[in-house]
């Protein structure tokens, strides 16, 4: 069953831009974490936050998560062309044996 | 590169047909897992391997039979599968498979496979 559900499903933005996307979960997790996956590729793995960690930095990569609102958000600060692809995020329950349940993605277009 | 290589990397077949897809890592890990991504829906869970024994069947039906004769190489061995089996075939490792993990996944570029 799905687990993390991202919003919004599709973003366009210009070069420069910032980016921001949301996660909201459903049970006691581990640890979540950001995947990025560009067309025709595997996933490749940003960033992993603890359940007692309330924000990372990575780069032009922030962030955030509220264990009390069960919702993370990853920002991307002035947007590249490059940074176009889709993002998801994955969570580790407590309950969970390293088994990672995904979202459906949020789509970033990021026009020059 | 993510050190996890899927071959082949397009694959059309019938629906008699038996195929295998390969994944291998060079990464030291010994968790390895088989997902599978159709349009429009969340990643899907297939199977789990750790040190080379199965460890999650994600209630796959019996046409797709995974293969871990260690921990370097995973197999998916497919025979008779329908049209809604086509989708990309992803494989991942990870440095261990246990409860709670804090560890990253590692991706292959996964198998495009077409079922006709």
């Known amino acids: 069953s799905q687990q993390g559900e991202e919003d919004p499903q599709a973003l366009s933005i210009q070069e420069g831009e910032n980016a921001t996307m949301n996660c909201s979960y459903k049970?006691?997790?581990?640890?979540l974490q950001w995947y990025r996956q560009n067309s025709g590729r595997g996933l490749v793995h940003l960033i992993l936050?603890?359940?007692?960690?309330r924000e990372k930095h990575s780069g032009r990569l922030r962030v955030t998560l509220d264990t009390s609102k069960k919702s993370s958000s990853l920002l991307i600060t002035a947007s590249r062309a490059a940074d176009t692809a889709s993002y998801f995020c994955a969570t580790v329950g407590t309950d969970s044996w390293g088994k990672l349940q995904f979202g459906a993605g949020t789509q970033v277009v990021v026009t020059p | 590169e993510t050190g996890v290589t899927q071959t082949p990397r397009h694959l059309v077949m019938g629906m008699t047909n038996k195929k295998s897809l390969k994944c291998e890592q060079h990464?030291?890990?010994?968790?390895m897992y088989w997902y599978k991504q159709s349009a429009k829906k969340p990643l899907e869970l297939m199977f789990v391997?750790?040190?080379?024994?199965?460890?999650e069947n994600n209630s796959v039906p019996s046409r797709f039979s995974p293969e871990c004769p260690n921990s370097s190489h995973l197999f998916l061995h497919l025979h008779t599968l329908q049209p809604e089996d086509s989708a990309l075939y992803l494989c991942?490792?990870?440095?261990?498979?246990?409860?709670?993990?804090?560890?990253?996944?590692?991706f292959g570029d996964g198998t495009r496979l077409s079922i006709l």
């Open positions: 991942a490792s990870s440095l261990n498979w246990d409860r709670g993990s804090n560890q990253p996944q590692h």
């Open positions: 049970t006691s997790i581990n640890n």
């Open positions: 990464l030291g890990h010994n968790a």
């Open positions: 936050i603890r359940s007692n960690e």
């Open positions: 391997y750790n040190f080379k024994e199965q460890t």
